[in-house]
């Protein structure tokens, strides 16, 4: 019998520029006409500060986001997985599509905490001038961001096209609720707290 193949995922490029988009429409509200030239000069004069901020980042504090918030996650990836077992268990291995637990390949899954968080502190640092709130309250809507974006589309392909374990989807979603909203509470509290390195220099 032919194996399933694992659902296309929403790629994180995308992701990144509808955060970009979004912060940068929050930034200057009354440019959301596009064919209005001031405001797409205004868009692209962000878009380079935004390149800058990134060439002059924040590095101590992207290495110390990116550190913990893989522990993080590797942390919340058992705790999700301890209580789907518990629930509604099932084997990884089993789902259609998966490589055998002996394929070299089957390591990069492993390191898959580590890519994610990677990805999310790059994602946060961009977008975090446009979270409001405390640094508890900016760390909520950054992680139902990512639950919204990650988790949710996802789930909506595998649940629509694939015929998959319920506690494979189970696991996703406590993983989700879980593991995003500390991660956003964490990078927030790192990056507004922190006291060993002082924020970029803005270009006029």
């Not at 490029?13 to 001031?38: E, G, K, Q, S, W």
């Amino acid at each position: 019998m032919e194996r399933q193949r694992s659902p296309t995922v929403v790629p994180g490029f995308m992701v990144l520029l509808i955060l970009i988009l979004n912060a940068l429409l929050a930034r200057y509200p009354n440019c959301r006409d596009y064919v209005h030239t001031p405001c797409v000069s205004h868009l692209l004069g962000r878009i380079i500060k935004t390149g800058y901020l990134v060439v002059h980042m924040e590095w101590k504090k992207f290495i110390i986001s990116w550190v913990l918030g893989s522990v993080l996650l590797y942390s919340t990836l058992f705790l999700a997985s301890a209580i789907t077992m518990a629930i509604a268990p099932f084997n990884i291995f089993d789902v259609g599509g998966m490589r055998t637990a002996t394929d070299p390949v089957m390591m990069f899954y492993y390191l898959y905490p580590v890519i994610l968080s990677l990805i999310t502190t790059f994602v946060f640092s961009v977008v975090r001038g446009a979270l409001q709130g405390s640094y508890v309250e900016k760390g909520l809507m950054f992680g139902l961001l990512m639950f919204l974006l990650l988790t949710v589309t996802s789930g909506f392909i595998i649940i629509t096209t694939m015929q998959y374990p319920v506690g494979f989807s189970i696991n996703m979603i406590l993983n989700g609720l879980i593991s995003y909203p500390l991660l956003g509470i964490l990078y927030t509290f790192i990056w507004e707290r922190c006291p060993y390195c002082a924020p970029p220099r803005d270009p006029a």
